[in-house]
């Protein structure tokens, strides 16, 4: 069941199906520079994104089929599995690689709830879909 945080007014998912088995990343610090602020100048990162990597700051980055958040981040990396407050700065992160993702909570950043193009699918394949 979703609930409501209260400081963002947005709903949060459990992206994750099963909370015992699954496998993450070696932590980095996510680049909250490409976050957008909303109406009280917050920046969120939230459970379910597809993250990727830019190779030249070796921060992770949203996931962008065009490579628009630097090198590398045309590549799925994982998905985030905690919605942190990015206000102040970068903040480290270690995104789920390996382990069941509901479907319907991932997204891409900029893009709509349940919409996970094929190559994150094929990027992510240790990632079961459901």
Do not use: C
């Amino acid at each position: 069941m979703p609930t409501i945080r209260e400081r963002t007014h947005r709903q949060d998912f459990e992206v994750m199906m099963d909370a015992h088995h699954f496998s993450i990343r070696e932590s980095r610090l996510f680049d909250s520079s490409y976050l957008a602020a909303n109406s009280y100048s917050e920046r969120w990162l939230y459970k379910g994104m597809i993250v990727a990597k830019d190779t030249s700051t070796n921060k992770f980055v949203p996931y962008s089929a065009s490579a628009a958040y630097g090198t590398g981040s045309d590549t799925a990396l994982g998905v985030n599995i905690e919605t942190l407050e990015m206000t102040y700065g970068d903040i480290g992160i270690a995104p789920m690689w390996h382990g069941k993702v509901r479907e319907a909570y991932a997204f891409v950043y900029g893009g709509a709830r349940g919409t996970i193009p094929a190559a994150v699918k094929t990027s992510l394949d240790d990632v079961e879909w459901i």
